[in-house]
């Protein structure tokens, strides 16, 4: 019978090689193998990232990522066990070694102790029926396609907008509790997921073709604290950028300063051509300076199977009663 073992060493290299071809969003193998160990080198990545494998004698049949996020679900703190890169090496397909890997390690994650779950999230590329099978409810959520509307004024709004760093994170924490609080499901988005989730996006830029993709961390501030933010994921594409708003923050309700910032780093650039801005924004946060040009369902299919008796109220929840960050989506 095979082993379900931490994914390291040699394990760890079979998986890469073979996952490599989907997933290497444009870097060469080494920078791939890079990526995925300094993500587990950030102080969040070392506590909540592993990566965990169906193991018969050395040979991997299946592998999967496992996330512990903590989050709230109708005022109750919970721990989310999110599953990431299910994968069968391609000579062990069709034998139920994804289902085998996934049972066991939901199992597990149900009964582990301090880390114990009451739900399993992860999102599907491969649509919903694979994991509807194995308990997975699909959560209908939407992505919008933004345009800022550009100031009458002919230029930058009078925002003072700097680049963002580490000092920021408590603010930007602080502003996302606030803005998260009357919804059904959000996860705790805390310092170090917050780090971990900029960083990542940080290093796969770093690690790939100069000049392809860009991290952008911008702030607002009053006095000496972040007001309000934005975080970019750019992706030059031909002549053009595609841009992915992956969070944002700010303490005015209607969001108008994260509206300003927008408008403010579209005008850096007047001859770029004007990227369209794919996002997922929580319900009732539509900055007026952001036009909604498009909205459709995810690639990605949001899906959840409650592992406890406290995390069966997952099933009810709707696309507009939960707080979901594209930043956090893996
Ligand atoms: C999806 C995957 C993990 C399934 O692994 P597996 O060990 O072969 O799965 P099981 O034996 O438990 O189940 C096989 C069933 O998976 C389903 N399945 C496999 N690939 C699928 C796909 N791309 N889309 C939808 N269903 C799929 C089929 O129903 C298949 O049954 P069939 O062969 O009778 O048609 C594997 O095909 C894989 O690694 N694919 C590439 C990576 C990937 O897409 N992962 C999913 C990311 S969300």
Redo the contacts with the bound molecule.
């Keep these: 019978m095979a082993d379900l073992a931490p994914a390291e060493g040699p394990v760890l290299e079979q998986i890469l090689d073979a996952t490599y071809e989907?997933w290497h969003e444009g870097l060469d193998r080494r920078a791939y193998a890079r990526y995925y160990a300094a993500q587990r080198a950030t102080p969040w990545g070392r506590a909540h990232l592993s990566r965990v494998a169906l193991v018969d004698r050395g040979d991997v049949h299946?592998s999967a990522k496992l996330y512990a996020f903590d989050a709230t679900l109708d005022g109750r703190s919970m721990r989310v066990a999110g599953i990431g890169?299910?994968?069968?090496q391609p000579a062990?397909?069709?034998?139920?070694?994804?289902?085998e890997l996934l049972e066991r390690l939901l199992d597990r994650a149900s009964k582990d102790g301090a880390h114990k779950a009451d739900i399993a999230l992860?999102?599907?590329?491969?649509?919903p029926?694979?994991y509807a099978r194995l308990g997975f409810v699909p959560i209908v959520t939407s992505e919008q396609q933004l345009r800022v509307i550009e100031s009458t004024r002919c230029g930058a709004p009078a925002t003072w907008v700097r680049f963002g760093d580490d000092r920021d994170l408590p603010a930007v924490a602080a502003l996302g509790e606030t803005r998260a609080a009357p919804f059904r499901f959000h996860l705790n988005r805390d310092r170090d997921l917050i780090h971990y989730s900029i960083a990542k996006k940080r290093l796969l830029a770093g690690l790939g073709p100069a000049g392809a993709r860009e991290l952008q961390f911008f702030v607002a501030e009053e006095g000496t604290s972040a007001v309000a933010y934005v975080v970019i994921s750019a992706n030059r594409m031909g002549n053009g950028v595609a841009w992915t708003l992956e969070e944002c923050g700010d303490r005015d309700p209607t969001g108008a300063r994260v509206g300003a910032i927008l408008q403010v780093l579209i005008a850096r650039d007047p001859a770029e051509h004007r990227p369209v801005i794919r996002a997922w924004l929580p319900a009732n946060f539509r900055p007026r300076q952001l036009a909604v040009v498009g909205e459709q369902a995810p690639h990605e299919i949001m899906m959840m199977k409650p592992l406890t008796p406290a995390g069966e109220a997952a099933r009810t929840l709707k696309a507009e009663e939960l707080l979901y960050w594209r930043a956090d989506a893996f």
């Design positions: 989907i299946a890169a299910v994968f069968t062990h397909r069709r034998r139920g070694a994804a289902k992860l999102f599907s590329e491969i649509g029926e694979y």
